[in-house]
């Protein structure tokens, strides 16, 4: 069980070796931008799985915002 202190499994996978929000959010847009690609591009569904990666980013970004666990510059 995670403690205030450390952040639960998802967060710490989404983000492992993502350094800061602003690296994170870039994924988060990559992800999207990748997912309409595949999806309208080339029609293949895996464009989805691509908006599930994104909303993984965004929730663990969320997490890390509320409890100010980014590293300090």
Do not use: E, Q
């Amino acid at each position: 069980m995670a403690t205030r202190d450390t952040p639960p499994l998802y967060v710490t996978v989404g983000l492992y070796g993502i350094g800061s929000r602003a690296l994170a959010m870039a994924f988060v847009w990559i992800s999207l931008v990748c997912a309409v690609a595949a999806t309208a591009y080339l029609a293949n569904p895996i464009g989805m799985i691509l908006v599930l990666a994104a909303l993984w980013y965004w929730l663990a970004i969320r997490w890390m915002d509320a409890h100010d666990a980014w590293p300090k510059s």
